[in-house]
């Protein structure tokens, strides 16, 4: 359904940096983000980093497509709990989300042996970036932290090895993805690039001959009452 391993890319995003596999040499290319575009997991200058990141790309033959993104553990916040019932779990849940210093949180629970990975992440950074790299051409099928990769994760940075890895479990990683939403994500990127949508003819002139249809039925309706 999705194509081939290889036809994934993966796109690594630390607090200071992109990394990006270009599947075709195999080899990695990195861009550093100034703390004048991006500062503690936030967007300064959104405009700056759009005009960085797609400047850095149109001379890099990484290759658009289908992509994972992967969150480095320094752009997330997470803890591990081990409720003993569902009003724990709801509380330590709550306490936890409260303290990430975020107006709009990127959150996702994912069930361990013994407890639970509570992850969270500013949405607000991970939205602008979904829409950016959409301009560029890609489609990010899912955004995962790299808590979830295992040892892979622990890395400092993408290799050629944590990149296979992660291409090579993409169906099992898609359901792991944080609920950033179609909207709120890639889809909000394409409607920038495609423009607003045009009215169908069709639909209207339908609903305008419903309307008549009606306003006759009633007309019709009042004058046999006076017959």
Not at 56 to 61: H, N, P, T
Not at 66 to 95: G, N, W, Y
Not at 172 to 194: F, I, N
Request: net charge positive; charged share 20%; glycine share 8%.
């Amino acid at each position: 359904m999705f194509g081939a391993q290889s036809s994934w890319k993966v796109v690594y995003v630390d607090r200071n940096r992109l990394q990006f596999d270009a599947t075709d040499t195999g080899s990695i290319v990195s861009i550093d983000v100034p703390p004048t575009l991006v500062r503690d997991i936030s967007v300064i200058d959104r405009a700056g980093l759009e005009k960085l990141i797609l400047t850095f790309l149109s001379g890099k033959k990484t290759g658009a497509g289908r992509a994972a993104v992967v969150l480095a553990e320094s752009m997330c916040f997470f803890t591990v709990i081990h409720p003993a019932d569902d009003m724990q779990k709801e509380a330590a849940m709550q306490q936890f989300f409260d303290t990430v210093p975020f107006v709009s949180v990127l959150k996702k629970v994912y069930p361990q042996e013994n407890g639970l990975l509570l992850t969270a992440s500013n949405r607000e950074f991970v939205e602008t970036l979904l829409s950016i790299l959409a301009r560029a051409g890609f489609d990010v099928a899912c955004v995962l932290p790299a808590s979830v990769l295992g040892q892979m994760g622990s890395r400092r940075w993408l290799d050629g090895q944590m990149s296979a890895y992660v291409r090579k479990n993409m169906p099992y990683l898609r359901g792991l993805t944080m609920d950033v939403g179609e909207q709120a994500g890639l889809a909000t990127g394409r409607a920038e690039m495609e423009g607003p949508k045009q009215t169908r003819p069709w639909l209207v002139m339908t609903f305008v001959g419903l309307v008549i249809l009606l306003i006759i039925l009633v007309f019709m309706r009042s004058l046999f009452k006076f017959i």
